[in-house]
């Protein structure tokens, strides 16, 4: 994953935007990663995402958090109409 690519597919969020702003206002609580223009308010998809962006911007590996699969998944979870994620 490019630090360029998007996390939030909803809002167009990418990953240096919510790892800048992560390090940048180092949120008390996940739910604040929604400040970071309305991450995580959509579909849900990206929220076990901003989590981990939140817990530990500075070591934050998208390899290992987020595949190539990235996208595909996230019409999958649309698709099947899953229970949205929460904070």
């Keep these: 994953m490019n630090l360029d690519d998007k ?26 990663m ?21 817990d530990a911007p500075d070591r934050f590996e998208t390899e290992e958090v987020i595949g190539d699969d990235y996208a595909e998944k996230r019409s999958e979870y649309i698709k099947t109409k899953q229970p949205k994620n929460k904070f």
Excluded: M
């Design 34 to 54: 929604t400040e970071c223009l309305g991450a995580g308010t959509g579909c849900g998809w990206c929220i076990p995402f901003l989590k981990k962006i939140a």
């Design 7 to 32: 996390i939030c597919y909803c809002y167009h969020v990418p990953l240096r935007k919510l790892l800048n702003f992560s390090r940048r206002t180092k949120p008390t609580r996940p739910s604040q």
